[in-house]
């Protein structure tokens, strides 16, 4: 069984930053890709970008050159930092990995951008 825990969500004015981290558990990082999605008010859920077991990232192009993605490995962990956030980034952040057939996700992190 997966299971994440997200945190680090919060208010935070335009042009301002957060980082987002998700303990992961009963999956172990450094094998397996984990992503971040987001799903803004009345908008459905959208990929914004995963780490994958190379530790390779990948970005949507909508937050690419603001967002970066990273593991740490000893704690079982994948971060989310976020510079630049504009009015798009106010959503639910979720950690989510894929073991086909199955999907995972976690409970979500609020993040909102004050403009």
């Known amino acids: 069984q997966v299971q994440f825990v997200e945190s680090g969500g919060g208010l935070v004015q335009a042009g301002g930053s957060l980082r987002l981290s998700c303990a992961v558990f009963?999956?172990?990082?450094?094998?397996?890709?984990i992503g971040w999605y987001r799903q803004a008010p009345g908008k459905q859920r959208e990929w914004v970008a995963t780490?994958?077991?190379?530790?390779?990232?990948n970005y949507a192009d909508s937050v690419k050159d603001r967002f970066t993605i990273s593991r740490d490995n000893a704690k079982n962990t994948v971060d989310l930092q976020m510079n630049s956030l504009n009015a798009d980034g106010t959503a639910v952040y979720y950690c989510?990995?894929?073991?086909?057939?199955?999907?995972?996700w976690g409970q979500g992190t609020q993040v909102t951008v004050a403009t």
């Open positions: 780490i994958n077991s190379s530790g390779r990232p």
């Open positions: 009963g999956r172990t990082v450094s094998l397996n890709a």
């Open positions: 989510h990995t894929a073991n086909y057939p199955s999907d995972y």
